[in-house]
C-alpha cells in the first residue's frame, strides 16, 4: 500500500473514533460544527510562528524547524480530513514522488504558508469555493523547501497519529488529559521516543507514550 493511501486511511480511523461516523457530514457526535479549512490556517500561522519573523525581538535567533516540521504535520491532518469530508482522497497521491529542495528555504517556506492562510480563510468564508486542490498543492511546495519528502512526512504522521489517539483516549476532549510530561510538551517527548525507537510499529509506539505518559 503507497503511503498516502495508508495515512487517508489512518487518519479516517483517527475522525471515525474522535468525532463519530457523522463527521463526514461536517459535524461531531455532540453536534459541533467542524470546520477543517480553519484548522488548515491557524495551524498554518502556528507554522509561520516557528521561524524568526518578528522584527521586534529575538533577532538573532534561529528558526524552530523542527517545529515547523511538526506543525505541517498536524496541516496534513486536517488536509486529508477536509478531502474526506470533500469526498476525493485519490488526487493526493499525485503529489507521492514530490522532491524536496536541497536545503531549507524559511523565507519561502513563510511565503507559500501565507499564501495557503489566505486560501483557506477565503474559502472558509465563501462555502461556494473549492480551495482542496490548491491547499493541498501549497502543502506539498511547503514540505519541499523543508527538505521532506512523503517517506518523512509517513514517519512524522504515524508519530502523531499515534500520539493524537492517545490523547483521545486519555481524556483530550473532557480536558483532563495531561499535555506537559514532566515539564515537557507531549509532542516534543513523541518525536524524542521516535529518534530513540525509529523501528517501531504504531502499536508498539503507542506502548511507548503509555510508559512515558506514566512517569
Not at 26 to 41: F, H, M, N
Not at 182 to 194: I, Q, R, S, T
Amino acid at each position: 500500500m503507497n503511503q498516502i493511501k495508508q495515512m487517508f486511511e489512518l487518519q479516517q480511523k483517527l475522525n471515525d473514533a474522535t468525532n463519530g461516523l457523522i463527521w463526514t457530514e461536517g459535524a461531531t457526535k455532540e453536534g459541533r460544527q467542524i470546520s477543517w479549512l480553519r484548522c488548515i490556517y491557524m495551524e498554518a500561522a502556528e507554522a509561520i510562528d516557528s521561524f524568526n519573523w518578528k522584527h521586534w525581538k529575538n533577532i538573532e535567533s534561529e528558526p524552530d524547524l523542527d517545529n515547523a516540521k511538526v506543525e505541517l504535520v498536524d496541516i496534513w491532518h486536517f488536509i486529508m480530513s477536509e478531502a474526506i469530508h470533500f469526498g476525493d482522497t485519490q488526487f493526493a497521491e499525485a503529489y507521492a514522488d514530490i522532491q524536496p529542495e536541497r536545503e531549507v528555504n524559511p523565507e519561502l517556506t513563510v511565503e507559500i504558508l501565507e499564501k495557503m492562510i489566505a486560501v483557506a480563510a477565503s474559502a472558509n468564508v465563501d462555502k461556494s469555493k473549492n480551495s482542496l486542490y490548491e491547499i493541498t498543492g501549497l502543502f506539498f511546495q511547503a514540505l519541499a523547501t523543508m527538505n521532506m519528502d512523503v517517506t518523512e512526512l509517513y514517519k512524522r504522521y504515524l508519530i502523531k497519529n499515534q500520539l493524537n489517539t492517545f490523547r483521545q483516549d486519555h481524556g483530550y476532549k473532557d480536558g483532563t488529559y495531561i499535555k506537559l510530561w514532566g515539564g515537557v510538551e507531549d509532542n516534543v517527548v513523541a518525536f524524542k521516543l521516535m529518534e530513540a525507537h525509529p523501528n517501531l510499529s504504531p502499536k508498539q509506539f503507542y506502548k511507548k507514550l503509555e510508559e512515558a505518559y506514566a512517569l
